[in-house]
């Protein structure tokens, strides 16, 4: 008979080669089908004038859309939404499905927090320890440089967590041209930045005026716009084509935008911001008529989100 020490140790032995074999099965198991990786979509009630999405509504329109996977990201700052969506919620609501739906986090920048920089980090560990993949949607009413987005970028690089940020004149505010972001791109180059909404998108213009980074200019592209110069310069610079703003970009000038789509297929996420059940998605029909290279479908419908989450 073996003693109960010998006892023990088998047992452990084989307990941890259950978990091994668990852990790598899990590493190993295959992408979910479908042509989209979706990097921005919401749950909850986001508008006062919208309805309310389920997870359940959201995993049926990606089944219906080929959305293989999305991410779900929280809105916590005044100015994001009409009602917030927590971190805490949005972990809550997509831990059933974490194969398909991939949580983001969030804190706004004028949060009171003690302990600087540290205690900032340790509360956004807490959401990272409990599956949150990037950061944001990143919405707070200062300036894009403004010291204490700075904080909360300085935090994300320690965490190794790509930040997706909404950009207009009432939210993380720059002037034409972005050199308030050109100043975080060069601060903290170990971030991967997602650009996101009308002030991002106009600048694909070079032409871009103040009025136009709250707008969605319909006249055609002029070269020497701020996003293909920040890209050019900066490797840590991506698009989110999600919501209005990313189709009108695309849109506006078809030509320039096919071009701009394979000249920088890789730093562009295909993206929705899908978050209310009757809302039109002009997304799916404009890529679809644009015969963009299957490479370039590849990297932008899935491939290089999955890359910055860490899933690929």
Aim: charged share 25%; proline share 7%; hydrophobic share 40%.
């Amino acid at each position: 008979m073996p003693s109960r020490r010998t006892f023990l140790a088998s047992a452990l032995a084989a307990a941890c080669a259950t978990a091994l074999r668990g852990a790598n099965a899990e590493e190993a198991k295959p992408a979910p089908r479908g042509t989209y990786f979706d990097v921005h979509t919401h749950v909850g009630q986001t508008w006062n004038t919208s309805e309310p999405l389920t997870v359940e509504g959201l995993l049926r329109w990606m089944d219906a859309h080929e959305v293989a996977q999305a991410a779900v990201l929280p809105l916590v700052s005044p100015e994001s939404s009409s009602y917030l969506l927590t971190s805490d919620f949005v972990l809550k609501e997509t831990e059933p499905h974490r194969d398909r739906l991939v949580p983001f986090c969030c804190i706004d920048p004028r949060t009171t927090y003690q302990g600087g920089v540290k205690g900032l980090t340790d509360m956004l560990r807490r959401y990272v320890d409990a599956g949150a993949r990037g950061f944001g949607e990143h919405k707070p009413g200062v300036a894009i440089d403004d010291a204490r987005n700075m904080r909360i970028y300085e935090a994300c690089a320690e965490l190794k967590l790509p930040v997706l940020f909404h950009l207009d004149n009432e939210r993380n505010m720059d002037k034409p041209g972005l050199p308030g972001l050109a100043k975080v791109l060069e601060a903290f180059p170990t971030v991967n930045f997602i650009g996101h909404a009308q002030g991002w998108w106009a600048s694909i213009s070079g032409d871009a005026t103040q009025a136009d980074l709250h707008g969605y200019p319909k006249a055609p592209v002029q070269a020497g716009g701020a996003i293909d110069a920040l890209m050019e310069k900066f490797p840590n610079i991506y698009g989110d084509l999600s919501a209005g703003s990313g189709a009108n970009a695309i849109a506006r000038d078809k030509k320039f935008g096919r071009e701009f789509l394979i000249r920088r297929a890789d730093r562009l996420l295909f993206g929705s911001d899908f978050l209310a059940p009757p809302q039109a998605v002009p997304q799916f029909e404009l890529f679809a008529g644009l015969d963009l290279p299957e490479e370039v479908q590849r990297k932008i419908f899935r491939e290089n989100a999955r890359r910055l989450v860490g899933l690929a």
